[in-house]
């Protein structure tokens, strides 16, 4: 019989729990100047800017942005977690907090015209690259 009241407890208190417990939400949106690109996040295409896309973790992110007639960006950016992601203090806002919590970021990036490569230019690329090969 003390069981089974020690197991309701613990089952009543872990309900209590995720009942009042707050939640963060966290939002990252990525812009382009101009809209439409295609927007590649860590290897996996999430859509076309603007997009928004929910993440769990914060720290660096492999960005790739894509348009015909731009060229191509590949680039890395930071994400820094708020103070009250860190211990203790995540404990209290996200656990003891009854409130919800929604982090939204938002990166901007332009894109730069696609400029037309002469022939020239192909020609000597591929006899440097030809000498580094020997």
């Known amino acids: 019989m003390a069981k089974v009241k020690l197991l309701f407890l613990i089952g009543t208190s872990l309900i209590v729990t995720a009942v009042l ?5 966290r939002k990252l949106t ?4 101009p809209q439409g690109a295609l927007v590649t996040l ?17 720290g660096d992110y492999c960005v790739r942005l894509s ?15 708020p103070w009250y992601d860190d211990f203790p203090f995540d404990f209290f806002a996200q656990i003891l907090s ?11 990036f332009e894109l ?9 230019e192909l020609i000597r690329s591929a006899r440097q690259m030809k000498e580094q090969l020997q």
Not at 21 to 25: D, N, P
Not at 67 to 81: A, F, Q
């Open 67 to 81: 348009k015909e007639g731009y060229e191509t960006l590949n680039t890395h950016r930071e994400l820094e977690g």
């Open 112 to 120: 730069s015209p696609q400029r037309p490569v002469s022939s020239d």
């Open 42 to 58: 860590n290897d996996e295409e999430i859509g076309e800017s603007p997009v928004t896309v929910g993440f769990s973790w914060y």
């Open 21 to 25: 417990c707050g939640c963060v939400e």
């Open 30 to 33: 990525i812009n382009t100047e």
């Open 98 to 108: 009854s409130e919800r919590i929604v982090d939204s970021y938002e990166w901007t």
